[in-house]
């Protein structure tokens, strides 16, 4: 497998590099969400040896949610695009009311 090597061409606020590996995929697929920084670099590693790099990128940190948050399977709550798009821009269930709410898993910043 080779390296790739891409420039950031996009207009929209957000770009997810996504690369599917083998089974068992939660340890071989290859996840980057990127924002667009003039002159920034962004660039992850797969096991397979490939290096996938995005120039006036930078990447952008996904929270993990936790198991069960707000009751759904672990098949939702475990996909990393998934936790991305509740990241970056909430989550509306059909059914019930918008959750815009805190996910992420880093404790409250301490105030003086």
């Known amino acids: 497998m080779s390296d790739v090597d891409l420039d950031l061409l996009t207009d929209s606020p ?20 990127v924002r667009h920084q003039p002159g920034a670099i962004a660039s992850i ?6 290096t996938f790099t995005i120039h006036d990128a930078h990447a952008l940190r996904v929270d993990r949610l ?7 399977e672990p098949t939702f709550t475990r996909c990393r695009n998934f936790q991305f ?5 909430g989550y509306h269930p059909h059914h019930g009311p918008s959750n815009l ?5 880093l404790p409250d910043p301490v105030s003086k």
């Open 85 to 89: 798009g509740v990241q970056q821009f």
């Open 14 to 33: 957000y770009f997810y590099l996504f690369a599917m590996g083998r089974v068992p995929k939660h340890d071989t697929n290859v996840h980057l969400a």
């Open 45 to 50: 590693g797969s096991m397979y040896g490939a």
């Open 101 to 105: 709410g805190r996910h992420s898993l």
């Open 66 to 72: 936790p198991d069960g948050w707000l009751g759904l």
